[in-house]
């Protein structure tokens, strides 16, 4: 249990631009189910992940940590912004540089790309339960 890795992107907005800034967390869960949903259009992908983050001394709720100079040091969970299964040690990304977004570029090329969807804060036992799709 708590031995999975996952990067979360952080999005800010600098100079008008969106920016994503990764953050990776080792040391949590990620339970995943994979299915599929059939529509008038055709299949969509349902895949629902809830990722289990034990409570971190560099964690900052989310206006706190978007109005931080150096975010490199922290990270948030907010439900505007997504995780990847994995290490993705990159610098800062500015979504312009992808056509229909980094979130969607990663989507299409990557398995097991989730947007946050909720987010719970536990006391009782100190952590974070993430949910995703």
């Known amino acids: 249990m708590f031995d999975d890795t996952v990067t979360i992107f952080n999005q800010y907005k600098e100079n008008g631009t969106v920016t994503w ?71 800062k990304v500015d979504d312009e540089e992808y056509p229909n977004g980094l979130f969607e570029y990663m989507k299409q090329r990557y398995d097991d790309v989730y947007n946050i969807t909720s987010v719970n804060r536990y006391k009782t036992v100190p952590h974070f339960e993430v949910g995703g799709n």
């Open 21 to 91: 800034h990764p953050h990776v967390l080792s040391g949590v869960e990620l339970q995943k189910a994979v299915a599929v949903t059939v529509q008038k259009e055709g299949s969509a992908s349902a895949d629902k992940a809830i990722l289990h983050i034990p409570f971190r001394e560099d964690y900052r709720k989310p206006k706190e940590w978007k109005n931080r100079e150096e975010k490199e040091q922290t990270f948030t969970i907010a439900e505007d912004d997504f995780f990847v299964e994995g290490i993705f040690d990159v610098e």
